[in-house]
């Protein structure tokens, strides 16, 4: 066994030690943490220690060379500097070309730390996140667009789109140059459209391409703009080719036709398009005539409007086909059909009829014109996706708005009522509280006159009736009556629940609630249009469809964009909805 070690050697080396740890002053310092300055200088410190080591190395080779001797000690001690700092400095030093390196141009959007930005408070919030973000994309210029922009701007559109070769959309009516100066003066300063909307966006840039006129099928909620998406490309073209006269207009049929499932969204449809066209033939001396057919009116009435041609032909399915059948007009020259609210017509029955004109247009249309189809609807459907795979070529999909967030702003009330006279108690203290105008939709025309008749006698609203029963006559009236003003109340069933614009609607009243989720849907819509805010109020008795009442509540639970919905507890108790299931638990 070794003897342990002298007290008196422990003592020595610990003094030794301490001796070595001393600083200039004498005093012993103690170890402590160094801050990232004081690690700089330390740095500092040795990168000159090492840069007088090598002045040591070179002082001592030349002293051995000039006195011409060779003193070991002298020479190994220069060696071992020599080796000593050659082995830090040559740490990590390679030898390659810089033309290799694959991040010489990578600029990261984080690169820049925040804590220099607001360093002494020279930059606020806003310009930090701008310089980790970079601008955003309206702050920009087109040519300053990269793929993230654009993908930023589909996303705060909610604009979802497939098909390959998409283009971009439009950031402003003028930037890219497609819509001529007369048609753009048009719709910003007579018609005060200063931004187009999300559908018209996506549509206007991918018809209006001159080279390749594709088709193109959009998917958007009512309210959304679609009418003037498709009107603005339709007057493009036709302004590309010179006017034509009264006799060819004749013998060759419209340049354009559009198809929609109701009279009333014919006519609607015909008079948007002609506050465009009005003023664009006033101005521009270009006669350009609007002209529609829809049942209700005779063919003598439809020959007569047809007996100086037209440009834009805007009809419903059935009669359009009498009118074909009938020899009224020809179609040899149709370069854009419109399939409006085209879910709607499917649901409507008239599938055999859009199938059959479809038809009847490509034998009719010459060989020499391209023509272009553009179809639009609220749902995408089997039958939708089978028309569109039938008829329409490489079409462009284009989605709004739908499972994005952006969705009306409507705020939906579901209450029990147990028949008819306690929904109208209650719908008197309803009406009294929104403003003009108001939509009451109801399932049987008998209760539109019921309900008609017990607002005009107390109460002292005024009140009009658009019901498939009424002549087209009486429902035009109703329409006019409604729209300007003269009635503060529409009762309607599902013939206004679809397509016809009718601004500023505070509240929709479901008297009698619809039997299908799609058409409650719809109705609900005519309110709460162009991001203003509207109330659904909707009365629900003890005779409903169960699985209706099941998805009615999904739905008012699911779509709450103002997070104010409100669902009876009588009606979730009657119909068992709304409840968590309980999983029973057997020991």
Excluded at 66 to 88: M, N, P, T, V, Y
Aim: glycine share 6%.
């Amino acid at each position: 066994m070794a003897r342990p070690i002298d007290v008196n050697q422990l003592i020595a080396g610990i003094n030794k030690k301490k001796a070595l740890d001393k600083d200039i002053s004498g005093k012993i310092s103690k170890p402590k943490f160094l801050s990232k300055h004081e690690r700089f200088k330390q740095g500092q410190f040795e990168s000159n220690k090492e840069e007088l080591k090598l002045t040591r190395v070179k002082n001592v080779k030349t002293e051995v060379k000039q006195e011409g001797f060779q003193d070991d000690s002298g020479l190994h001690k220069a060696d071992d500097i020599k080796k000593d700092s050659r082995k830090k400095s040559s740490k990590f030093q390679f030898s390659w070309n810089e033309g290799e390196d694959t991040l010489r141009d990578y600029d990261p959007i984080v690169s820049t730390k925040a804590s220099a930005l607001l360093r002494n408070g020279k930059y606020s919030k806003i310009a930090a996140e701008s310089s980790y973000m970079g601008k955003h994309w309206t702050e920009k210029s087109l040519n300053e667009m990269n793929e993230r922009d654009w993908r930023i701007l589909k996303e705060d559109f909610a604009i979802v789109t497939k098909g390959g070769a998409v283009q971009n959309p439009m950031r402003n009516w003028e930037e890219l140059s497609i819509i001529p100066e007369d048609l753009l003066c048009i719709i910003k300063q007579k018609l005060q459209f200063f931004s187009p909307t999300p559908i018209q966006r996506i549509t206007i840039p991918n018809v209006c391409n001159a080279k390749q006129h594709r088709d193109f099928l959009g998917v958007a909620s009512t309210g959304s703009g679609k009418t003037l998406a498709f009107i603005i490309p339709i007057l493009i073209r036709m302004s590309r080719s010179p006017p034509r006269p009264s006799s060819l207009k004749i013998m060759d049929g419209p340049k354009a036709l559009i198809l929609a499932p109701t009279r009333e969204l014919v006519q609607q449809i015909q008079a948007e398009t002609e506050k465009v066209t009005k003023i664009w033939s006033r101005e521009n001396n270009y006669d350009c005539r609007v002209i529609s057919i829809v049942g209700g009116h005779s063919f003598e009435e439809i020959s007569f409007s047809l007996s100086e041609g037209c440009d834009i032909l805007v009809a419903t399915p059935g009669r359009l086909i009498d009118s074909l059948d009938n020899h009224l007009l020809v179609m040899k020259q149709v370069e854009t059909l419109v399939l409006d609210e085209a879910d709607k017509m499917i649901d409507l029955g008239f599938e055999d009829q859009v199938t059959n004109i479809l038809t009847k247009v490509d034998v009719n249309v010459d060989s020499a014109t391209n023509r272009q189809t553009l179809m639009f609807t609220a749902t995408m459907t089997p039958v939708i996706e089978k028309i569109a795979a039938g008829y329409m070529r490489k079409p462009v999909y284009a989605t709004i708005g739908l499972d994005t967030g952006s969705e009306p702003l409507i705020r939906q009330v579901v209450e029990y009522a147990d028949n008819e006279e306690e929904k109208f108690k209650k719908l008197k203290s309803v009406v009294i509280k929104y403003e003009s105008p108001i939509i009451i939709f109801i399932n049987y025309k008998q209760t539109a006159d019921w309900l008609a008749e017990r607002f005009q006698t107390e109460t002292n609203m005024k009140v009009t009736i658009l019901h498939g029963s009424k002549s087209q006559e009486q429902r035009e009236h109703s329409l006019q009556l409604f729209r300007t003003g003269k009635v503060q109340i529409m009762i309607a069933t599902n013939v206004a629940a679809r397509g016809l614009d009718i601004p500023n609607v505070s509240l929709v009243v479901n008297f009698q609630i619809s039997k299908k989720i799609d058409d409650y849907v719809h109705r609900i819509g005519r309110t709460g249009r162009a991001q203003r805010e509207g109330t659904a109020f909707s009365f629900v008795s003890g005779t409903e469809d169960g699985t209706l009442i099941h998805e009615l509540y999904k739905y008012v639970k699911k779509h709450d964009p103002l997070n104010s919905n409100s669902f009876s507890d009588v009606v979730k108790n009657k119909y068992n909805v709304g409840k968590e299931p309980k999983n029973e638990v057997i020991y």
